[in-house]
């Protein structure tokens, strides 16, 4: 299955601090018991590489309703680690029958400061030739 390949590949490359959000649209699977209640392979499988890659899913009620249809928990929130704080939801965005998710996480991260890199390739050259009003420059890189 593509999103199990997808999954690994994903784990394997970040390794660490892994926040996935979205619509898995398994609406018969338990990821709390990684049981899929109909057995079909994409939901067994996916619930397998879960398990398998140690991921955590959060949402634990339904985010998606239209009209006298059964909810169904179809939006989740897979993490690596329990970063999670809280998830609540509100109402669906216009004509979506989705919920809209507002996940809160304990989650930092640190991004080192940008190094300050020249290009002198890009240097317009002619123009400060002209504005010091010099005949021959000799730029040394």
Wanted: negative net charge; contains cysteine.
């Amino acid at each position: 299955m593509k999103l199990c390949n997808e999954l690994e590949r994903l784990v394997g490359d970040i390794k660490k601090d892994i926040l996935i959000v979205g619509d898995f649209n398994f609406p018969e699977t338990d990821c709390e018991s990684y049981y899929s209640i109909t057995n079909s392979n994409g939901s067994t499988a996916f619930l397998n590489t879960l398990h398998k890659l140690l991921l955590l899913q959060h949402v634990n009620f339904a985010t998606r309703a239209r009209g006298t249809d059964t909810p169904h928990l179809l939006d989740l929130v897979i993490t690596d680690d329990n970063f999670i704080q809280k998830i609540d939801a509100l109402e669906p965005l216009g004509k979506s029958d989705h919920v809209v998710l507002v996940i809160e996480t304990n989650f930092s991260s640190y991004r080192s400061p940008l190094e300050q890199k020249l290009n002198y390739d890009k240097g317009d050259y002619e123009t400060l030739r002209s504005y010091a009003n010099i005949e021959d420059i000799m730029i040394i890189c």
